[in-house]
C-alpha cells in the first residue's frame, strides 16, 4: 500500500516538474539560437550599400553623411556578428540613426533591440509588424499552440523592441541623402515591408530592392493571406530593379556574387541581375498558385 502511495507520488511529481523541466531547457535553448548561423565575410554591394549579416540571415548597412541605415537585425545573439561586420567595414555603430525591418519574426527582428541599444537608432515600423516587434515576436496570426509556446519563451521569443515611428506604405524615410521607400508587401506576416532604394555607385543609379519573405508558413494563417500575396506579387513586380536582396541570402546568391564581384573588372556587376529578380517573382508566383507552404 505504501508502495503504490509511494509511486503515485513519484508520478504525479514527473507530471508537473517535467513540462516545467522542458519550458525551462527551451527558453535556454532560445536564448542562445542561432539558427545555424556563422559569421560571413562583410562586403561592399555597391556605392554606400553593404552587407553585413549572417552566411544566411541578411542584414545590410546604407551609409551616408547624416548617419547610417541598418535593414533586419537577425537573431538576438547574431546580432554581434552584424556589429562586427560594421565595425570591420571601419564604420561606427553608434552612427547608426535608423533601424529598419522586412518582418517581426525572431530570425530577422530578434536582435533589432540589441541593436538599438548599442547605436541608440530609431526603429521605423509597420503598424502590424510595430506591435509584434514591441510584443518581442508574439504575432496573433501564428497558431494557437505556436503562440503558446512563444509565450513560454520556449521558440521565437525575443526582447521586445522599442518602435520610434510608424510608416504607412508608399512613405519614404529619409536619413540625409538616403532615401528608403516602404512597400508594404504581406503574405507572410501582415506587415510585410519591402524596400526600394537608389543608390548611386560612382557616376550610375543603380535601383535596389529589399524583398520581404514572399513564402507562407504553416504556422501562421490569416483569412486575407491569398489576396495579400497575390497584391504583394503584382506590386514587387512593378518596382524597378537593378540590384535586389531578400532577408535569406541564399535566395538571391549572396555567396555567388561575392565570390564573382571579387574577379570581376567591375566588382558591382555581379549584382546587377535584373532577370534574376523577374525570375524570383516567377517562382514565387508559381509557389502560391501550387498552395506551397514552408
Not at 5 to 11: A, D, E, I
Not at 110 to 118: D, E, F, N, P, S
Request: net charge positive.
Amino acid at each position: 500500500m505504501l508502495h503504490n502511495f509511494t509511486r503515485r507520488r513519484l508520478v504525479i511529481l514527473l507530471a508537473v516538474l517535467l513540462p516545467l523541466v522542458l519550458v525551462l531547457v527551451g527558453r535556454r535553448l532560445n536564448a542562445t539560437k542561432v539558427g545555424g548561423q556563422q559569421p560571413a565575410e562583410p562586403f561592399r554591394i555597391a556605392g554606400n550599400f553593404y552587407y553585413v549579416g549572417a552566411n544566411d540571415i541578411s542584414a545590410f548597412l546604407i551609409t551616408g553623411p547624416a548617419g547610417h541605415v541598418v535593414l533586419d537585425g537577425g537573431y538576438p545573439t547574431t546580432a554581434r556578428l552584424i556589429m562586427a561586420s560594421i565595425a570591420k567595414l571601419r564604420f561606427d555603430i553608434k552612427d547608426v540613426r535608423v533601424l529598419v525591418n522586412s518582418e517581426p519574426h525572431a530570425d530577422h527582428a530578434g536582435g533589432l533591440t540589441v541593436l538599438q541599444q548599442a547605436s541608440g537608432a530609431e526603429l521605423w515600423a509597420s503598424d502590424a509588424s510595430a506591435d509584434v516587434l514591441a510584443s518581442g515576436g508574439d504575432d496573433p496570426d501564428m497558431l494557437l499552440p505556436v503562440r503558446a509556446l512563444i509565450w513560454l519563451g520556449v521558440i521565437g521569443r525575443y526582447p521586445p523592441a522599442r518602435v520610434d515611428h510608424r510608416f504607412k506604405d508608399g512613405d519614404t524615410i529619409h536619413v540625409g541623402p538616403i532615401a528608403l521607400t516602404a512597400h508594404i508587401t504581406p503574405g507572410h506576416t501582415r506587415g510585410c515591408t519591402s524596400w526600394s532604394f537608389p543608390i548611386r555607385d560612382g557616376e550610375r543609379v543603380v535601383n535596389v530592392v529589399s524583398v520581404c519573405d514572399t513564402g507562407v508558413l504553416a504556422t501562421q494563417r490569416y483569412p486575407e493571406q491569398a489576396a495579400d500575396r497575390e497584391r504583394s506579387l503584382r506590386v514587387l513586380r512593378k518596382l524597378p530593379a537593378d540590384i535586389w536582396v531578400t532577408n535569406h541570402a541564399r535566395a538571391w546568391g549572396r555567396y555567388r556574387k561575392f565570390l564573382a564581384s571579387a574577379t570581376s573588372e567591375n566588382p558591382v556587376e555581379p549584382f546587377v541581375d535584373p532577370e534574376g529578380y523577374r525570375a524570383f517573382i516567377d517562382a514565387a508566383e508559381s509557389e502560391l498558385r501550387q498552395g506551397r507552404m514552408h
